[in-house]
């Protein structure tokens, strides 16, 4: 004769003769899977894990889950850190113009806000006193204004000043060997 072994719920370690929940290596009587904050009967197919106890999806939203600084819903998937913040990764975008996803690559902060690097020298870098464009690297400071090392030019003869000593001209640079 053959023992048969009985099934135990977890919670009242009592025999489980009809319908059984199987879950986390455990079984139990389905009016005893219950979340381990509200006590609620765990009715839906999904459920969250904490400590090795299922909790229902109201309590795991209200206690472990973080809210998005974007959007400001909860995050229920992967979380983005940044700028002392929790983002939801398609919420963590540049805050310029092009909007890009920056949760794979570096951002700029100000004021608060991410930029992508495009982004943030077009808005917020010197920009060179000839060209206008923005000054990324190491700039000439002449003339109260800043240059690309390529803008600062003789107005005469086009020619890089490299020099610590040139002439003004009309509000132009002009070189030493042009000044003679």
Not at 42 to 71: L, M, W
Not at 129 to 137: L, Q
Request: with cysteine; hydrophobic share 30%.
């Amino acid at each position: 004769m053959s023992e048969e072994k009985n099934i135990v719920c977890h919670k009242c370690n009592e025999a489980i003769t009809k319908r059984v929940i199987t879950a986390l290596g455990k079984t139990w009587h389905p009016e005893h899977f219950l979340c381990r904050h509200c006590d609620e009967q765990i009715e839906d197919a999904t459920f969250n894990i904490q400590d090795g106890e299922p909790v229902c999806s109201k309590c795991f939203v209200e206690r472990y889950t973080s809210t998005c600084a974007g959007c400001k819903k909860p995050i229920l998937e992967r979380t983005i850190c940044a700028m002392g913040e929790n983002w939801h990764e398609c919420c963590f975008v540049c805050d310029g113009a092009c909007k890009m996803p920056l949760s794979n690559r570096p951002f700029y902060e100000r004021d608060g806000k991410a930029y992508c690097k495009q982004d943030y020298e077009d808005l917020f870098a010197v920009r060179c006193a000839k060209c206008e464009k923005p000054i990324t690297d190491s700039a000439i400071v002449a003339m109260n204004a800043k240059w690309h090392r390529d803008c600062f030019r003789c107005n005469r003869c086009e020619n890089p000043i490299t020099t610590a000593t040139f002439t003004i001209e009309g509000d132009k640079p002009i070189c030493p060997e042009c000044t003679c």
